[in-house]
Every structure is written in C-alpha cells, then in structure tokens.
Antibody, heavy 120, light 110 residues
Framework: EVQLLESGGGLVQPGGSLRLSCAAS????????LSWVRQAPGKGLEWVSA????????YYADSVKGRFTISRDNSKNTLYLQMNSLRAEDTAVYYC?????????????WGQGTLVTVSS | QSALTQPASVSGSPGQSITISCTGS?????????VSWYQQHPGKAPKLMIY???DRPSGVSNRFSGSKSGNSASLTISGLQAEDEADYYC??????????FGGGTKLTVL
C-alpha cells in the first residue's frame, strides 16, 4: 500500500524558514517523480514544485522560485521542501504527491498534508 | 501562470449527468494532452479521477469521463450519486514546464 506522510509544518514568522518532509512507502521510491501541492485555507489547489525520480530535474511555480528548494533522499525514501523567506501568502496545507506512470504532472497518490502558518 | 478557469459551482439530481468545464490557453490545455481531474471531499486529500484528458486510473468508476476541444477540457459525471458531491479541480501541464490548476468547482447533488 502506497503511503505518503508529511511532517514539519507549524507556525513560523514572516521571513522565517521551515523544512517539510514526506516519508514514502509501498512503492519503488526512486522510480517516481514527486510533487508538493498546497492549499490555502478555504482556497483551491496550487502546484508548488516537482522533482524527478533520480532527483536530477526539478520544477517550481513562479510564486516560490528562488525561495523554496525541493530535494529527495532516495536512500531514505523521503522528499523535502526547504522553504525560506516565508510570506503570509504561503500559509496553506502542503501535500506531497506521487507521480503517476512516467509523468510528474499527474499524481495518483497524495499524503494527508501538513499545515504551514506564516504569521507574526 | 494564471489558473485555469472553472465554474465555481454546478449541481444536478441523482441519476443525472453534469459537465464541468476547464478553460486555459494554447500554452497549457490546448498545447498538451496532459489534463488531469481531481476530486476532493472536505478535509480529505485530492484523488486522481482522470489523467491525460480522458484516461481513468484503475478503480475509478466509468461514470467519470474526460474530453478536450481546443483550449478547453471537460469532466462529465453520469448517473450522479450522492457520494459524487465534492470539489473538482482540473490541472494541465504548461509550456513553462510547470503545472497549473483550475480554481475548482463545487459539485452539489440535489
């Protein structure tokens, strides 16, 4: 059974940093791209970033480019999102999601999310 | 990258069919057959319902179907059931090597 478990969310002040983790199990981790998708309270889904199975290629939304860094440790079956220079508009539930088949742009398994709140 | 355009809400009675539209541009929906649809119940994670415009993942009911014409894609749900009441989001790969979602559509089963 595929499982994705996010952690690392919490309350952080504007301008601060946070690192999210997503522990995966139930599939060959290094064979699949992974993404982070966020959802602000009461709002829609917003794609944040994706990374290829081998970790060579990464992609970012304009809204986070230069502030967030996606990475993965295939030896630990774990995905990360380093978030710097956080803003109030980054407040959201952050989901990690597994790519389906060969494409990172379709996601067939999602975690339950971790809440990030940026506030003073 | 602007969000794809979806109607804010749609509704239908049990047994009826409804269609949700998703409008983008030639840089996303119109340029690639990489449109997906997700269902999200309140407080839950999204679930992939349709990928690559019209393909269904294993385990998804054949009451769900997808199509595309030009810069617009559509999700059709036939034989509406109470359990279909949820938020639905489309997404598309873009020419900028990013992914864009629609604003979401709330489906109400009357």
């Amino acid at each position: 059974e595929v499982q994705l478990l996010e952690s690392g969310g919490g309350l952080v002040q504007p301008g601060g940093s946070l690192r999210l983790s997503c522990a995966a199990s139930g599939f060959t981790f290094s064979s699949y791209a992974l993404s982070w998708v966020r959802q602000a309270p009461g709002k829609g889904l917003e794609w944040v970033s994706a990374i290829s199975g081998g970790g060579i290629s990464s992609y970012y939304a304009d809204s986070v480019k230069g502030r967030f860094t996606i990475s993965r440790d295939n030896s630990k079956n774990t995905l990360y999102l380093q978030m710097n220079s956080l803003r109030a508009e980054d407040t959201a539930v952050y989901y990690c999601a597994k790519g389906f088949s060969s494409g990172w742009y379709r996601m067939n398994y999602w975690g339950q999310g971790t809440l990030v709140t940026v506030s003073s | 990258q602007s969000a794809l355009t979806q109607p804010a809400s749609v509704s239908g009675s049990p047994g009826q069919s409804i269609t949700i539209s998703c409008t983008g541009s030639s840089s996303d929906v119109g340029g690639y057959n990489y449109v997906s649809w997700y269902q999200q119940h309140p407080g839950k994670a999204p679930k992939l319902m349709i990928y690559d415009v019209s393909d269904r993942p294993s385990g998804v009911s054949n009451r769900f179907s997808g199509s595309k014409s030009g810069n617009s894609a559509s999700l059709t749900i036939s034989g509406l059931q109470a359990e279909d009441e949820a938020d639905y989001y489309c997404s598309s790969y873009t020419s900028s090597n990013t992914l864009v979602f629609g604003g979401g559509t709330k489906l109400t089963v009357l």
